[in-house]
């Protein structure tokens, strides 16, 4: 059976950290931000930690190379 490609939208949005958890960037950040209050702008910013379980699933069929 030939290899698992990494998925190039998830190699953009992803990053793995030292101890395999999986970052992602925060959602609500790209428009109509007048419109948004600012707690949420300002809770947006950065990049969070997944779930365990969404991560698991990240790591399993979009970013295959990158879970050890």
Do not use: I, W
């Not at 428009?31 to 950065?46: E, I, T, V």
């Amino acid at each position: 059976m030939p290899k698992m490609k990494t998925k190039s939208a998830a190699k953009k949005r992803f990053k793995l950290t030292g101890t395999g958890k999986v970052k992602a960037g925060a959602a609500n950040k790209r428009h109509c931000l007048s419109a948004k209050p600012n707690d949420m702008k300002r809770q947006s910013r950065g990049t969070f930690v997944l779930f365990k379980t969404d991560g698991e699933n990240v790591k399993k069929f979009y970013l295959p190379n990158g879970a050890k």
